[in-house]
């Protein structure tokens, strides 16, 4: 079993940027796929981002290009890099981690981009 806590959320204006950190607590932390989904008032979980255990990544369209996903195994810490970041980036961020359809997920980290 794992368990999440992410921080790094909090209030930008457009154009920003944040960096959210997901810090896993147990062992094996190397054979999880971790990811980043995200919540926005009003409507239903998405993905954000994902990383394989070989550091593959996957992102929803909307974010290639401004945000990035990394892993330090060591660390047992996943990161979210966000550029650029515009009003619709606005929500509720959730750190995840799969194993064998296995899901655990943090409490969330809220982030707001407003001017």
């Known amino acids: 079993q794992v368990q999440l806590v992410e921080s790094g959320g909090g209030s930008v204006q457009p154009g920003g940027s944040l960096r959210l950190s997901c810090a896993a607590s147990?062992?094996?932390?190397?054979?999880?796929?971790m990811g980043w989904y995200r919540q926005a008032p009003g409507k239903g979980r998405e993905m954000v981002a994902t990383?394989?255990?070989?550091?593959?990544?996957n992102y929803t369209d909307s974010v290639k290009g401004r945000f990035a996903i990394t892993r330090d195994n060591a660390k047992k810490t996943v990161y979210l890099q966000m550029n650029s970041l515009k009003p619709e980036d606005t929500a509720v961020y959730y750190c995840?981690?799969?194993?064998?359809?296995?899901?655990?997920w943090g409490r969330g980290t809220q982030v707001t981009v407003s001017s």
């Open positions: 147990g062992s094996m932390f190397s054979i999880y796929r």
């Open positions: 995840n981690a799969n194993y064998a359809a296995i899901h655990y």
């Open positions: 990383i394989t255990t070989t550091g593959r990544t």
